[in-house]
């Protein structure tokens, strides 16, 4: 099996959920492609629990024995962040930049400290001793919210355009920041001292996100000349192919070059060098990679907790540590908004549907995937799925009620 294989599997297996879902579950692609693949991965998982070592296990295993797996997860988290960078105007948030801003620092702040130590010592009390570090690499990943489920979700429930403009603006910068403290935390983990961290900070955040930065203003004067989309689709496909193999070579990160190359061309490339048209078209591409992205790695999570090593500790941990995520949440989101009450109006349950509608999901498991081998891993993994199981089985299919009920 090599890589084209794999690629050939994803791809069947997502065309797959795409028809049965619009025929059958008739969901928002992006949400009905996330719960197919669960709904295949627990299928799967059956079939392991019955004949262990079966294929599914030796697939993950071969995976995680060869050079693929790493530039893979890489990649797909990459082309998330892109997606969800591409549909962000910066614009929208012009009068709420510090209420975003505080609203990221603060989700993402309070997760790794608060969720991270709060993990770390359910963890211990387990029996499941791990470096404290490793609790706030677990807080960083689940602060991170994703930007094409939350965008999808707030596609087909109406809320308030002051709560989807920092749902949206949350999402991106916050899976941004999220992959900030994850590589300034696995630096840490990794190589501890000093001028290793700063020197790993300094060239893989520093050195990543200028990069992004002048390949995306490169891409924006080609389209400049162009005004027909198919041209302009193969533009940023060439822009995201070629910006992770150049990442990759210069020892950066291609999923924060991808995000910032997405946040200049979302603000100036599509609106400023594309017609409507245009506009549409390579919305509703990005839209579906993001869905099949997400689909993707929700599928190499599953596979990932169906290998040996799983321990029933690890499954009480998780059940234990989730509504820990949601309290964190919950109190990310209050603290600003409580504070903004004292100088302007805010929506109706504000905090509630930021709380609820922050949904996990393809960011954080492709952080969780990318950690080094060993317990942490294992725990870790198999904690991220029950959150993101949560979020997009009960929190995604009941949002719409938890709107309607605050409405009334």
Request: glycine content about 12%; charged content about 10%; proline content about 4%.
């Amino acid at each position: 099996m090599n890589p084209l294989d794999i690629a050939a599997v994803l791809l069947v297996l997502m065309a797959g959920f795409a028809f049965l879902n619009e025929r059958y579950l008739r969901l928002p692609i992006m949400l009905g492609l996330v719960l197919m693949a669960l709904l295949w991965s627990l299928a799967l998982a059956l079939g392991v629990w019955v004949e262990p070592g079966g294929p599914a296990v030796q697939a993950q295993v071969w995976l995680r024995g060869h050079a693929v797996y790493e530039p893979l997860v890489s990649g797909l988290l990459g082309l998330l962040l892109f997606a969800g960078a591409l549909r962000l105007n910066l614009a929208d948030l012009a009068r709420q930049t510090w209420v975003v801003l505080a609203l990221v620092i603060l989700g993402v702040g309070v997760s790794v400290f608060l969720t991270g130590t709060l993990s770390w010592i359910i963890l211990a009390g387990l029996g499941i001793t791990l470096p404290w570090l490793y609790g706030l690499l677990f807080g960083a990943l689940i602060a991170a919210t994703d930007p094409v489920m939350v965008r999808g979700l707030l596609a087909r429930v109406r809320v308030a355009p002051e709560l989807q403009h920092r749902m949206a603006g949350e999402s991106v910068l916050g899976g941004g920041l999220a992959v900030v403290l994850c590589v300034l935390l696995m630096a840490m983990v990794v190589a501890p001292g000093g001028m290793a961290i700063i020197d790993r900070v300094i060239w893989q955040v520093g050195g990543s996100l200028l990069f992004g930065l002048l390949i995306g203003l490169a891409a924006y004067r080609l389209l400049r000349h162009v005004d027909h989309y198919q041209v302009e689709v193969l533009i940023l496909l060439a822009l995201v192919v070629g910006a992770l193999v150049l990442a990759g070579h210069g020892a950066l990160s291609g999923p924060l070059t991808l995000l910032a190359a997405g946040l200049v061309l979302g603000n100036h490339g599509t609106l400023l060098a594309m017609s409507e048209k245009s506009r549409r078209h390579l919305h509703d591409f990005w839209e579906l990679i993001g869905g099949l992205v997400n689909a993707a790695l929700f599928v190499l999570l599953a596979l990932e907790v169906m290998l040996p090593g799983f321990r029933m500790e690890y499954l009480l941990a998780a059940l234990a540590i989730l509504p820990l995520v949601l309290l964190g949440r919950f109190i990310a989101m209050g603290l600003p908004v409580t504070v903004l009450r004292r100088f302007r109006a805010q929506a109706p349950g504000s905090v509630q549907i930021m709380t609820w509608g922050g949904l996990r999901g393809g960011i954080s498991i492709a952080l969780v995937l990318s950690l080094p081998a060993g317990e942490a891993r294992e725990v870790l993994v198999l904690v991220t799925a029950v959150v993101v199981l949560f979020a997009v089985v009960v929190q995604g299919l009941t949002f719409r009620s938890l709107v309607r009920h605050i409405g009334d």
